[in-house]
Structure formats: C-alpha cells, structure tokens
C-alpha cells in the first residue's frame, strides 16, 4: 500500500486548502480512509475518515463545519478541503487506510478515530497556519 499526500502550504488565519492523496495496492472501495494530524509535542489525533463503500463519514469536533472529506474512487484519492483555517489548525497532516471499514464505523459510532486502526500511512504534508 502506497499513500502519498499533496497540497500542504503556509496560508493566512480564515484561509482555505485541499489536500490529497493518491492511494495504490489496497482495494480502495472496500476499506476506510481518513486525515489524522499531529502539531510540534503533541499527539496524532484523527480529523476525519470515510468509509468508502458507501460514503458514511467521520469529523472531528475541532473542524466540524469547517473541513470536508470526499474521495473519487475513480481515481484512488482521497480529499481535504479546510476552510477557514485557524492557528491550531497547524500541523503535519497524513492520510491513512485501513483494508476494512471498521476503523471508520467505530468513529462513526462515537468510539472514536484511533490511529491504532490503520495500518498505511502516508508520508505527511505541512500546513502552517498564520494569524
């Protein structure tokens, strides 16, 4: 499995970026998909997933309203679009997938987005946040 993210850069507060990922070697409609990030001294925490065989789709509180998920099965990628970014927002962002939908369903459910649960990861892209 082969997942490699683009789109990360230095932006203004109340700014937007997407992000992408280009996924290979994995059955892309059968698994769950997600964006975790991680800040300087601080832990990986999860942002959003998506179970891709029907769409269902996890936030965060942190960015609920403000960060979007979707994916073009077509091409094996998976999207971020952030709107309205804030300083918090800064960070190292990762894609990850899991060959199974659980890890997503569990978020879904409210057991939350663990990092634990996906197996592949990308190699990680910035996004810097200025006030």
């Known amino acids: 499995v082969q997942l490699v993210e683009s789109g990360g850069n230095l932006v203004q507060a109340g700014g937007s970026l997407r992000l992408a990922c280009a996924a290979s070697g994995f059955t892309f409609e059968e698994g769950s998909v997600a964006w975790f990030r991680q800040a300087p001294g601080k832990e990986r925490e999860g942002v959003s997933c998506m179970r891709v065989s029907d769409g269902t789709a996890f936030v965060a509180s942190s960015v609920k309203g403000r960060f979007t998920i979707s994916t073009d099965n077509a091409k094996n990628t998976v999207n971020l679009q952030m709107s309205n970014l804030k300083p918090e927002d800064t960070a190292t962002y990762y894609c990850?997938?899991?060959?199974?939908?659980?890890?997503?369903?569990?978020?879904?459910?409210?057991?939350?987005?663990?990092?634990?649960?996906?197996?592949?990861w990308g190699q990680g892209t910035q996004v810097s946040v200025s006030s």
């Open positions: 990850a997938a899991s060959g199974n939908d659980y890890p997503c369903l569990r978020a879904v459910l409210g057991h939350g987005l663990l990092k634990t649960e996906f197996a592949s």
